[in-house]
């Protein structure tokens, strides 16, 4: 059955990631937006915090085992804090959850290691296309078998971190079944283009990967010559990005909230007014909602139960929950709503990314 009580780790997890993004993240999380960067120290103190190591087995490294829940809740607490800083600890994610679900046990000794340094591997993954109606199971990037090589050839567009990457999990069809590739950012044909420029998230720094050519050895194949199942590391990072969801849902609807308990007119307070009461009781009502869906796609992954039906819907439902909440933060704050001095018109900007934020993180 279904449990909601988080256990004690979970507790402590949590309070911890709460105090980081209250005490740290909301204190630069709006000037990091403004000059598309983060403090490197902030990253680090969130680094630090250990959320992948415990995600990882003690044979490689880690701590811990694997969870979809716990991940879920953590995502959850740090996005409360800010998306954009989120995203960016979340990346070296992209690499190891697929590893630890998919990959060889060489691949597995090899690389997950390496997620339990005091700092994090320059590692990010390619999963997204620049073309209308994106789908991750037919994609364009072709991977085909030559000798004891395999020949990429594509383009990915919104990769995190990429310019700065070592490795790249580049995700390609092979025969029309999506794969994923370890590839070397230094590989001849992989060319990194400009920092996109993003209506959100914009201190996240994103951008565009063209691979002409590009030669990896069988080897680089997660997941040796079976591959991997996508249709579950897909459903993990659909658990990720709900999380992400609600968390910042929940940060617009306690902002809106707060303020209309505080903000005056004609002698009392707006949240006195029905209208106003009645939007920030819809607000609450969504965001609880949010959250029940995804901790039963995470609770599913867990038990190794077939999510994929529940987690395209949840996918779906929050990506546009999300959206409304954000909205409607905006409207309660009203003309100061959309002044950037007010952090609801941010958060309104990135919800509207979530319907394309598929391959920016995982747990």
Known sequence: MLD?????????????IARYAEQQVRKVFRDAEELGEIP?????????????????????????????????VA??????????VTLNLMVPNLVAIPVLLGGTDNQKEGLLPEFCDETPPHFTAALTEPVIQFNPHKLRTTAVR???????????????????????LVYASEEGVTQAFLVSAESDGLKIGAR????????LPTYTVTLENVRVAVT?????????????????????????????ARAGYEYARDYAKQRVQFGEPIAHRQSIAFMIADMATDVDEARLMV????????????????????????????????????????????????????WLRNARGFATFDGLTIV
């Open 4 to 16: 909601f009580r988080l256990d004690e780790e979970q507790r402590m997890l949590t309070d911890a």
């Open 75 to 84: 995502m959850e607490a740090f996005a409360w804090g800010d998306l954009a």
């Open 220 to 248: 680089a194949k997660l997941g040796g010559e079976a591959g991997i199942d996508f249709g579950r590391i897909l459903n993990h990072s659909r658990v990720a990005l709900g999380a992400a969801a609600v968390g910042m």
């Open 196 to 203: 996109d420029k993003l209506m959100g998230i914009k201190a």
């Open 40 to 72: 490197v120290n902030v990253l680090q103190a969130g680094w630090e915090i250990g959320l992948l190591p415990t995600m990882i087995p003690e044979e490689y490294g880690g701590f811990g085992d694997h969870s979809a829940v716990t991940g879920a």
């Open 146 to 168: 030559d000798g004891d090589d395999y020949v990429l050839n594509g383009i990915k567009t919104v990769v995190p971190l990429a310019g700065d990457a070592k490795m790249m």
């Open 295 to 346: 901790w039963e796609v995470a609770w599913l992954l867990d038990q190794g139960k077939d999510a994929t039906h529940v987690a395209a819907v949840m996918k779906q439902r929050i990506d546009n929950l999300v959206l409304n909440v954000a909205d409607r933060a905006v409207q309660v704050l009203g003309g100061y709503g959309y002044i950037r001095e007010y952090p609801v018109e941010l």
